[in-house]
Nanobody, 125 residues
Framework: QVQLVESGGGSVQTGGSLRLSCRASGMPYSPYCMGWFRQAPGKEREGVATTYIDGGNAYYADSVKGRFAISTEYAKNTAYLQMNSLKPDDTAMYYC??????????????????WGQGTQVTVSS
């Protein structure tokens, strides 16, 4: 049984930082694609960052380039999302997701089979 468990959300002021973690267990394939997505109230879910669990290329939404960084610890099956220079527009529920193969640059949520429960990020002005 695949499980993705996120942690690290919270409330910060504009300009602050947070680091999200996502630990995967039970993945039937390795390596596999990991992605971070977010959904703000009243908006569609959007891709934030994607990579493979064993490292390599990473892709980012234009809105977070230069501020967010995705990283992984393959041995721990854990992905991280370091978020710096946070803005109120970054306020959303953040989800990690996984699938055995994906088109990293596309960041299409429908490609991903496994999802975490989400962690809330709130940025106040």
């Amino acid at each position: 049984q695949v499980q993705l468990v996120e942690s690290g959300g919270g409330s910060v002021q504009t300009g602050g930082s947070l680091r999200l973690s996502c630990r995967a267990s039970g993945m039937p394939y390795s390596p596999y694609c990991m992605g971070w997505f977010r959904q703000a109230p009243g908006k569609e879910r959007e891709g934030v960052a994607t990579t493979y669990i064993d490292g390599g290329n990473a892709y980012y939404a234009d809105s977070v380039k230069g501020r967010f960084a995705i990283s992984t610890e393959y041995a721990k099956n854990t992905a991280y999302l370091q978020m710096n220079s946070l803005k109120p527009d970054d306020t959303a529920m953040y989800y990690c997701a996984a699938v055995d193969r994906c088109a990293l640059s596309a960041m299409d949520d429908y490609e991903y089979l496994y999802w975490g429960q989400g962690t809330q990020v709130t940025v106040s002005s």
